[in-house]
């Protein structure tokens, strides 16, 4: 099991444990572990992890003459006697901005290195040039970049043990990971534990309170409307479970622009395939990594720490 040195927590994040939700009987809300609130937006002021080494702008793949990069965060620790567990980081961003090299997503990937794990933060074909499927291709190309023998070796990590992060249209992305394929979790672009915070799950459909999120999510889907859009549902992880999937931590704020109910209806999908579901409502409207107060923080980590351990 990774090594954790020390938790660093952002700037001002306090997060208080509320009651226990009761069990969802068929056709309700998919049951919440734990309601915590957020003091202050996490994502205010990063602070710095020094003595973390990260290597930049690692090629993983070329995709018509344009490479594509990854930053690799590594922990600061002499043990290598057993090859240590690996996360992919994808970032957010709408599925049409965001890179790897913002502050909050390299201080995301310097954390999770900060705890013991190699962490590959990943850039992928943004829309509307590049729509759905280019970016999950790039990031399961990833994946599978880190399980090449020569990677292996030069990072000291497990290719059985590789889990993914993302928040917002990179939850979606690693949550497509993990949903994608079938079987074996330890091979291709196939991922052994998830945790993804306010990912749009369900492409096919949209509420109210999604509105402004429209126009983005059908240039990610190259479509015009929803009604029409074939891509809809291929790109949705609610439609992609099976019985094989791993692990999930789910986080969702319940005030958010993305809607509750989306991430209410994956946990219990996931649950109904009998795959194992941590699922955790923040409240307020904080969305993706803005909610990463030090409790969230520590329960991503338990959560991989039980996943990926050795």
């Known amino acids: 099991m990774p090594q954790r040195r020390r938790l660093l927590p952002a700037l001002a994040a306090l997060a208080m444990a509320a009651s ?12 919440v572990e734990q309601s915590i609130t957020i003091a202050q ?7 710095a992890y020094p003595d973390i080494r990260v290597r930049e702008n690692i090629v993983y793949r070329t995709v018509d003459d344009a490479p594509q ?12 006697t057993t090859p240590r567990a690996a996360i992919v980081v994808v970032h957010g961003g709408s599925w049409r901005t965001g890179t790897k090299d913002e502050i909050s997503w390299r201080s995301v990937c310097a954390w999770l290195a900060d705890a013991g794990y190699v962490a590959f933060s990943v850039d992928y074909r943004l829309a509307p040039a590049y729509p759905f499927p280019d970016g999950l291709s790039d990031v399961q190309a990833a994946v599978k970049w880190m399980r090449e023998p020569s990677t292996v070796d030069k990072y000291d990590i497990d290719p059985d043990r590789i889990g993914a ?19 074996d979790r ?18 096919t459909s949209a509420g109210p309170e999604e509105d402004s999120f429209i126009p983005l999510q059908l240039q990610y889907l190259h479509c015009t409307t929803l009604g029409l859009c074939g891509a809809a549902k291929k790109a949705s992880p609610l439609y992609q479970v099976d019985v094989t999937d791993p692990p999930f931590f789910v986080a969702h ?3 958010e622009r993305i809607p509750l109910d989306q991430s209410e209806a ?45």
């Open 69 to 80: 990069k990854l930053n690799v965060c590594l922990p600061n620790t002499t043990d290598s």
């Open 186 to 203: 330890t091979t291709g672009s196939r991922v052994a534990a998830v945790a993804e915070l306010s990912a749009p799950a369900d492409l």
């Open 165 to 183: 992060f993302g928040g917002s249209a990179g939850g979606n992305l690693v949550s497509m990971l993990g949903t994608s394929g079938y079987g």
């Open 253 to 255: 704020s319940i005030d």
């Open 41 to 47: 937006p996490a994502l205010r002021q990063f602070l």
């Open 20 to 31: 226990l939700a009761a069990c969802a009987s068929p056709g309700r809300p998919a049951p």
């Open 266 to 310: 994956f946990v219990a999908e996931l649950r109904r395939h009998g795959v194992d579901t941590t699922f955790i409502t923040v409240r307020g409207p904080l969305h993706s990594i803005a909610m990463l107060g030090t409790n969230l923080r520590g329960r991503i980590l338990a959560f991989f720490d039980e996943n990926l351990a050795a």
